[in-house]
């Protein structure tokens, strides 16, 4: 649905049949369904590109902004295209074609043809950072019979020991835990040069950012913004708005409140600065780390409207101030995990006045919740070698 509205859906629905250059021979393919799943399986492809340098990658996807990411981050390294529509014949021609060796799914993505394909066709196939709410258990448990065949034969690597419980009540029989790949964050190589710039143009404000924020959320954040700068007039504010086709929206929206914007897509990081601005609108894809690593306080979005939350993984990598809104079911295992450590904020519409106040006005506590955010990422970096021992496995068997 993002792609039609993006106008851009019939450029590439040939691939999305499986026919493209990409569909050739590959001794592995990593599925990543959209862009939040490219960011976290990057870590692995750069991981496999350094210790398995002739191991020919093919990395699907079903999302243009997911697609757009695997080329700016790998270029010519890793081939690229869409996963064919989950249709027998076309499934099947695409595999035989590709013949890989392995298939890594990203998380949850139980595509019936595709995993009974793999099957018969005898791919190694593996489902990820695996990851299962009750909702989409009591949906899979509706059809026991099918949901256990498909998955009998996939080696799922979950996230938690509750997404492992919850695949094996549904008939998976190979399941065991690995933690999160997206507790790994590969930074860019010119990261800490582009940081160095745009903190120059910051001067001595406090940013505070909203990030992946769905439509509801910049308002209700510049509603506050409004209050809160009144009190605190070193404070700016930076909006990263999920979806592309929003981007012309929000800046009314901020043009509407009164407040002087600046686009990321008209100013050079060389030429950022808030002197004479008070929101920065982060309208550019796949740049959301620096802008992360200028930010002293991040509002990760999705979650104060019912989308479930978004990942807060990053921003702990880079050692940041962490909040959120309510809605977390999507990212509860690492909501409850930073809670135990004292490393996140959940802000409400109640009080985030006076949660935000007291973040803009303490500095001891902003100190503590970066070292705690940081601490818990560290804590859980074993994910990534145990995929890469997995799959090194499965294509020295073949």
């Known amino acids: 649905m993002k792609d039609k509205k993006s106008g851009k859906a019939g450029r590439y629905c040939i691939e999305r049949l499986g026919f493209s250059n990409a569909v050739q021979p590959h001794d592995v393919i990593l599925h990543a369904v959209s862009l939040g799943e490219v960011r976290a399986m990057t870590p692995l492809v750069c991981e496999l590109l350094k210790t ?38 076309f499934v099947r021609r695409f595999l035989k074609k590709v013949r890989p060796k392995a298939l890594m799914i990203m998380e949850t993505e139980i595509w019936p043809n595709l995993l009974s394909q793999c099957a018969k066709l005898g791919i190694e196939t593996f489902i990820i950072s695996a990851c299962l709410s009750d909702r989409s258990q009591k949906g899979y448990q509706k059809m026991p019979k099918t949901i256990a065949k498909l998955l009998a034969p996939i080696h799922v690597m979950a996230q938690t020991k509750e997404d492992q419980a919850r695949f094996l009540a549904i008939g998976a029989e190979k399941v065991t835990v690995m933690g999160n790949l997206k507790y790994f964050t590969i930074l860019p190589e010119d990261f800490n040069y582009q940081v160095t710039q745009l903190t120059k143009g910051k001067h001595n404000y406090l940013l505070w950012c909203l990030a992946s924020s769905h439509d509801g959320e910049e308002k209700l954040i510049l509603e506050h913004f409004k209050t809160l700068k009144e009190q605190h007039p070193h404070l700016k504010l930076a909006i990263a708005p999920r979806h592309p086709e ?51 306080i991040v509002t ?82 074993h994910a990534l070698p145990y995929v890469i021992d997995a799959l090194k496995g499965a294509l020295e068997e073949r």
């Not at 880079?318 to 295992?333: A, C, F, Q, R, S």
């Not at 490393?343 to 006005?361: N, P, R, S």
Request: aromatic letters at 10%.
């Open 52 to 89: 398995s340098p002739s191991c020919s990658i093919l990395i699907t996807t079903t999302t243009l902004t997911g697609r757009a990411q695997i080329e700016e981050s790998f270029g010519d390294q890793v081939s690229v295209t869409f996963l064919p529509h989950d249709i027998g014949f």
């Open 300 to 381: 990760v979005g999705g979650s104060f409207v019912p989308i479930g939350g978004h990942n807060i993984l990053e921003p702990a990598c880079l050692k940041k101030v962490i909040t959120t809104g309510p809605y977390v079911d999507n990212i509860m295992e690492m909501v409850t995990l930073f809670q135990a450590h004292d490393a996140i904020e959940i802000l409400t519409h109640e009080t985030l006045d006076d949660q935000m106040a007291k973040l803009i006005e303490e500095r001891a506590v902003r100190r503590r919740m970066k070292n705690a955010a940081e601490a818990c990422v560290q804590q859980n970096q």
């Open 246 to 296: 929003r981007f012309k929206a929000v800046r009314n929206l901020i043009k509407d409140y009164g407040f002087l914007c600046q686009a990321r897509s008209e100013t050079a990081f060389e030429d950022f600065e808030f002197n004479h601005h008070d929101v920065w609108l982060f309208d550019t894809i796949g740049e959301l780390l620096y802008l992360y690593g200028v930010s002293d």
